[in-house]
T-cell receptor
Framework: SQKIEQNSEALNIQEGKTATLTCNYT??????LQWYRQDPGRGPVFLLL?????KEKRKERLKVTFDTTLKQSLFHITASQPADSATYLC???????????FGRGTQLTVWP | KAGVTQTPRYLIKTRGQQVTLSCSPI?????VSWYQQTPGQGLQFLFE???????NKGNFPGRFSGRQFSNSRSEMNVSTLELGDSALYLC????????????FGQGTRLTVV
């Protein structure tokens, strides 16, 4: 069955630094990969989608890379701010319409 | 435009009871998916509906069921509640399905006592 691992449960960085979150997967060939942000007590919020034939996607301070050979995605937040503190989830999709496979998430804390 | 609306936000039920949760997707969205989120298992897929048809189902017992109406609103039902059903139940809507972003509701926090 599919297995999705996000590098660590928690990541603490200083404001202004770049946060790098990792998502590794096995036993799956996703057509696309998504990243979501989730705040406590709220539903996930979509951030970025990258397709299997794309290497990199950017949106403002966010950048995601997708390496289907390594079966890995990296999610970067540059010039991080305390407001970026949240749990970040990666999700894979493609083979089964309407179904996303989620990682357990990485809780990011950005301290001033 | 209004987001995904889930009702109720919080629910406390007793073991053995049944519960119905509701989800109103974003206007124009035809795909509705349901997920269960727990600290131990993360987000687990329950099922997905598109144009009133269940297209996919996750690995949950038959006590979990759902349906979608002609206006795309969806309900999920859990019968014979168990303590382990305590979780945050999230509904997500998409314009179609697959390869598009999913918009999640705030969720329904179900506590089974």
């Amino acid at each position: 069955s599919q297995k999705i691992e996000q590098n660590s449960e928690a990541l603490n960085i200083q404001e202004g630094k770049t946060a790098t979150l990792t998502c590794n997967y096995t036993n799956y060939s996703p057509a696309y990969l998504q990243w979501y942000r989730q705040d406590p007590g709220r539903g996930p919020v979509f951030l970025l989608l990258i397709r299997e034939n794309e290497k990199e996607k950017r949106k403002e301070r966010l950048k995601v890379t997708f390496d289907t050979t390594l079966k890995q995605s990296l999610f970067h937040i540059t010039a991080s701010q305390p407001a970026d503190s949240a749990t970040y989830l990666c999700a894979l999709g493609g083979s089964t319409l309407g179904r996303l496979y989620f990682g357990r998430g990485t809780q990011l804390t950005v301290w001033p | 435009k209004a987001g995904v609306t889930q009702t109720p936000r919080y629910l406390i039920k007793t073991r053995g009871q049944q519960v119905t949760l509701s989800c109103s997707p974003i206007s124009g969205h035809r795909s509705v998916s349901w997920y269960q989120q727990t600290p131990g298992q993360g987000l687990q897929f329950l099922f997905e509906y598109f144009s009133e048809t269940q297209r996919n189902k996750g690995n949950f017992p038959g006590r979990f069921s759902g349906r979608q109406f002609s206006n795309s609103r969806s309900e999920m039902n859990v019968s014979t509640l168990e303590l382990g059903d305590s979780a945050l139940y999230l509904c997500a809507s998409s314009l179609t399905a697959g390869n598009t972003e999913a918009f999640f509701g705030q969720g329904t926090r179900l506590t089974v006592v």
